[in-house]
């Protein structure tokens, strides 16, 4: 059974910094394209990073380029996403998904990221 785990979000102050990590299971996701998404109440779920195999390629939304950082650790299984000079803006619930073939499959549940002003 395929199973994405979110974690590391939490409460943190405009200016601050959070880590999230994606941890796979039940399935080897190191050829894949894994991508970082958020969805803030009301709104879209939007990407707002993806990661080639092997890290070779990123892309950042422009909303978050230059802050965010999407990693990978293909041994552990796990994407990472490091998130700097954090903004009330960024607030939303953030997930991790495998991109197979032209969609998003094996959605993780989600963790929540809330940034004070």
């Known amino acids: 059974q395929v199973q994405l785990a979110e974690s590391g979000g939490g409460l943190v102050q405009a200016g601050g910094s959070l880590k999230l990590s994606c941890v796979a299971s039940?399935?080897?996701?190191?050829?894949?394209?894994m991508g970082w998404f958020r969805q803030a109440p009301g709104k879209e779920r939007i990407l707002v990073a993806r990661i080639t195999p092997g890290g070779v390629n990123t892309y950042y939304a422009d909303s978050v380029k230059g802050r965010f950082t999407c990693s990978r650790d293909s041994a552990k299984n796990t994407v990472y996403l490091q998130m700097n000079s954090l903004k009330p803006e960024d607030t939303a619930n953030y997930y991790c998904?495998?991109?197979?073939?032209?969609?998003?499959?094996?959605w993780g549940q989600g963790t929540q990221v809330t940034v004070s002003s």
């Open positions: 998904a495998v991109q197979v073939g032209s969609k998003y499959d094996f």
């Open positions: 039940g399935r080897t996701f190191s050829m894949y394209t």
